[in-house]
């Protein structure tokens, strides 16, 4: 079994910043690629970024810019450090690994930008 925990949701204030963390316990083996997406209620769970196992990174369109997605090999932590944040940045954010083409989930941290 493969267990991804979240961390680092809340709420923040327009313009504000907030760091995530995702770390992965368990049956490891290789993590290859490692992301973060979210989830309005009502909608689908979108991209926000991937990391791929040697660095190379993609990011949403809607979050270029202000969103830096890393990753710690040694710890199999992903981090998301969100900047600027805006209202419609609000959602549910969840971890995201793959292994030998087998994704795992976390269960979500909520993020809410609100004044």
């Known amino acids: 079994q493969v267990q991804l925990v979240e961390s680092g949701g809340g709420l923040v204030q327009p313009g504000g910043s907030l760091g995530l963390s995702c770390a992965a316990s368990g049956s490891l083996l290789v993590i290859n690629t490692m992301g973060w997406y979210r989830q309005v209620s009502g909608k689908e769970r979108e991209l926000v970024a991937t990391?791929?196992?040697?660095?190379?990174?993609n990011y949403a369109d809607s979050v270029k810019g202000r969103f830096s997605i890393s990753r710690d090999n040694a710890k199999n932590t992903v981090y998301l450090q969100m900047n600027s944040l805006k209202f419609e940045d609000t959602a549910v954010y969840y971890c995201?690994?793959?292994?030998?083409?087998?994704?795992?989930w976390g269960k979500g941290t909520l993020v809410t930008i609100s004044s």
């Open positions: 990391i791929a196992r040697r660095g190379s990174v």
């Open positions: 995201n690994a793959e292994m030998w083409g087998v994704p795992y």
